[in-house]
């Protein structure tokens, strides 16, 4: 970023509002870029929504987060849960097929299977703790108590299902993926993160 852009970006924060351009990739992998304009929050308002950073027993309510954002911050395009969601259902991507690899060289497949935005934010950020902890196991355990993944005859796993993953890190990382291409369909999570660096900075 130049000089004269870090001056601008000052100035209109300053201002209560600014401008930012955030590029993403949809489904097909084609490169779009849209400006969003975001507001800066009140005092009220930022006391509220910095509540969901550390909710206790070392969590974060995310989808809460960026719901808030949303509607307090995010002055163009606008945007809710309940749209997103629309649109998300809409693609190939609600439901991705996954494989992880076991012990002995072999790929064993399983789906992702999108639920909802909010429970998608937070499952995707129950992977760190307030802490910025590993929390690989809160993880697991919050994708099987929302059905975010099945075996591809529809069962809802656990992590006790992938016993057998020689990288459990893996299996993880192919969900957070799958989970972060949903959510970034007509750029929703760029846009999220845009919002939580602004908020966090304002």
Same mark, same amino acid.
Request: aromatic share 8%; charged share 25%; proline share 0%.
């Given at each position: 970023m130049s000089k004269e852009s870090i001056i601008k970006e000052i100035e209109n924060t300053a201002n209560g509002q600014i401008k930012k351009d955030v590029k993403y990739k949809d489904e097909h992998d084609k490169e779009h870029k849209l400006t969003i304009t975001m507001r800066r929050l009140g005092g009220r308002d930022r006391v509220r929504l910095q509540h969901?950073?550390?909710?206790?027993?070392?969590?974060?309510?995310?989808?809460?987060l960026i719901e808030g954002l949303l509607e307090k911050a995010l002055v163009f395009p606008h945007l809710s849960f309940k749209t997103v969601n629309e649109d998300i259902e809409k693609t190939s991507l609600?439901?991705?097929?996954?494989?992880?690899e076991d012990y002995d060289g072999k790929k064993h497949k399983f789906l992702f299977h999108f639920t909802n935005v909010k429970d998608m %934010? &937070?499952?995707?950020?129950?992977?760190?703790?307030a802490n910025e902890s590993n929390e690989l196991e809160q993880f697991f355990d919050f994708a099987t108590?929302?059905?975010a993944i099945k075996s591809t005859s529809?069962?809802?796993l656990s992590l006790d299902d992938f016993d057998d993953?020689?990288?459990i890190?893996?299996?993880?990382?192919?969900?957070a993926e799958a989970i972060s291409k949903a959510l970034n369909v007509?750029?929703? %999570? &760029?846009?999220a993160l845009e919002l939580q660096r602004f908020f966090l900075r304002s």
């Open positions: 969901f950073m550390n909710a206790g027993d070392n969590m974060v309510q995310y989808g809460d609600v439901e991705q097929e996954l494989e992880y %934010l &937070n499952l995707i950020r129950s992977a760190r703790g108590e929302i059905n529809g069962k809802t993953a020689k990288r890190n893996d299996v993880a990382n192919s969900i007509n750029g929703f %999570l &760029n846009i």
